[in-house]
């Protein structure tokens, strides 16, 4: 019981930083992936618009039609807003402003302090998800799917979510080594968009180049869930365990990273 109190806690800390100015949190979690949903919506239209018409039914690119296509971009949307994060950007200033000593006295170790940063991160955001969810469904961009298949995306999203944040958290120790991550964390970020289907479905990808991604976590951390949630794709369990392998990886890879990181800087002196 005592530990639990540590951590609801520490959450409530947390809670109350991102918190503080809550318009800047909610454009936080919704802004960026706002803008990029309707450049994707007006993109894709236009290129549907372009296209001749076919007599034979509506048009097709990569076996979707305007509506499969902005469906699609509709659950990239809502789905992102449960997975995305803050940790690598919190983690790198606590380590760039000599916050590491601080931890020395507190009754949470740094690894904990942020893990619970990441959990109060996301129990924020997912409200914002379901009713960002709830005015797509209203619209009819998205269609709602069945009770079933909607807890098993959200159980997906949970496993992807940590996958999400030992990524992240693996850019932020790199301020061990580099006074300013930013760069880092927006190649991260194009990288990780473009390979897991954030841009353009996977579909349109050629065969050879999807067929290699298929090994690499890229695939399930968006193209895959959306394929599912639009009932397009079935809930695979070797899928939970392809993520869960994943995120184990970077998180030994965390371990070390962070153990020769810890050398440099309590040799340093600080």
């Not at 005592?2 to 802004?31: C, D, E, H, P």
């Not at 450049?39 to 076996?63: D, R």
């Not at 590491?100 to 997912?126: D, K």
Request: charged share 10%; net charge positive; proline share 4%.
């Amino acid at each position: 019981m005592k530990s639990l109190g540590k951590w609801s806690q520490t959450i409530r800390i947390w809670w109350g930083q991102y918190t503080a100015y809550r318009i800047n949190f909610f454009l936080q979690v919704i802004g960026p992936i706002l803008v990029f949903f309707f450049i994707k919506y007006s993109l894709w239209t236009e290129i549907y618009k372009g296209m001749s018409t076919s007599s034979e039914g509506p048009i097709t690119i990569g076996g979707f039609t305007l509506e499969n296509m902005l469906q699609y971009h509709g659950w990239i949307l809502v789905l992102s807003m449960l997975t995305q994060g803050n940790a690598n950007f919190d983690l790198s200033a606590d380590i760039r402003l000599g916050k590491i000593s601080t931890f020395l006295i507190y009754p949470f170790n740094f690894w904990e302090y942020h893990t619970a940063g990441f959990l109060a991160f996301q129990t924020l955001q997912w409200p914002v998800a379901f009713f960002t969810g709830s005015i797509l469904v209203i619209s009819n961009i998205i269609h709602g799917p069945s009770v079933v298949t909607l807890m098993g995306v959200l159980l997906l999203e949970m496993f992807i979510s940590v996958l999400q944040f030992s990524l992240q958290f693996l850019s932020g120790l790199v301020a061990f080594w580099l006074e300013e991550t930013w760069v880092l964390r927006v190649l991260l970020t194009i990288i990780t968009t473009f390979l897991s289907g954030a841009v353009i479905p996977l579909d349109l990808f050629p065969k050879t180049f999807s067929a290699i991604l298929a090994y690499s976590p890229f695939p399930y951390m968006v193209y895959y869930p959306v394929k599912v949630a639009m009932g397009l794709a079935p809930l695979h369990l070797h899928v939970f365990v392809i993520l869960t392998a994943w995120a184990l990886a970077f998180a030994g890879l965390n371990v070390l990273v962070w153990r020769r990181g810890l050398r440099l800087y309590t040799g340093a002196g600080m």
